[in-house]
């Protein structure tokens, strides 16, 4: 990311994130409120994720399973599974009609409705308006070492609360059935056609990454970045009145 590009992203990240509070707050009562009623408990869910990819493992952040250095943070949403989700599994990766989900919560996911408090997560710097989702620590070791070059999508790229991959698939990363890339999907995940391969956990990984990257390699070229960061930005609400996530 040149350093043209990383002065206006944070420009826009402040301004944007300062309007979205403004006009959502008001909302939090509501969602709250029906939060609580669906299923007792915290209203807010608060998740250590990796961030920013800041360089190979030392001091800081990272296993060796993985050999690198994410920035840690904490990120803020609206609470959408039970308060015991993962009282008997650990952390896991949500899937498609995940049973934890609670009902106010599908909805919420479905809408992107759950991921307004990360706008606080933005004011702060822990985020971007726009860029790849960060994913939790604990699970970062074993998707780097499924997917290669996973940890490359969040190389001196901060996580967003929307981004490319993010308006193109559904909430867990699957393409929906009308994309044009489904139709390259048995490429894209399963290149050495293994049995017994399909539908893998990390499939839906692979395919975010691939948008990920796409994402960051407009970050070298102002233009590119400001044409693709203003296209994501406006097509996200679309995403959320249809209601494409998972």
């Known amino acids: 990311m040149t350093p043209t590009v990383r002065l206006a992203k944070r420009a826009l990240d402040v301004a944007a994130a300062s ?20 299923s007792p408990g915290p209203l807010f869910y608060r998740q250590r994720r990796a961030g ?25 949403k609206f609470r959408t599974m039970r308060p015991d989700a993962e009282k008997l599994t650990g952390a896991i990766i949500a899937k498609e009609g995940d049973s934890r989900i609670t009902r106010v919560g599908r909805f919420l996911r479905k809408t992107r409705l759950d991921e307004l408090p990360q706008f606080w997560n933005v004011l702060k710097g822990d985020m971007s308006l726009v860029g790849p989702r960060p994913e939790r620590p604990e699970l970062l070791s074993n998707l780097a070492l499924a997917i290669p070059f996973f940890e490359e999508r969040m190389r001196n790229v901060k996580p967003g609360i929307t981004g490319l991959a993010q308006i193109n698939l559904g909430y867990s990363g699957r393409a929906p059935e009308d994309s044009p890339v489904t ?19 990390a499939d839906d990984m692979r395919m975010k990454m691939l948008f990920d990257l796409a994402y960051s390699a407009n970050l070298e070229h102002f233009p590119s970045f400001l ?9 996200t609400p679309m995403v959320m009145l249809r209601g494409l996530g998972r």
């Open 52 to 76: 920013e990819l800041i360089g190979p493992a030392g001091n800081g952040h990272g296993g060796p399973a993985i050999g690198f250095r994410f920035r840690e943070f904490d990120m803020l």
């Open 183 to 201: 139709q390259f999907k048995a490429q894209l995940t399963n290149p050495f056609q293994l049995d017994g391969a399909d539908d893998a956990e």
């Open 19 to 38: 309007v979205g509070l403004a006009v959502t707050l008001p909302f939090y009562p509501i969602i709250g409120a029906a939060i609580y009623l669906d």
């Open 227 to 235: 044409s693709n960061e203003l296209s994501i930005i406006f097509k």
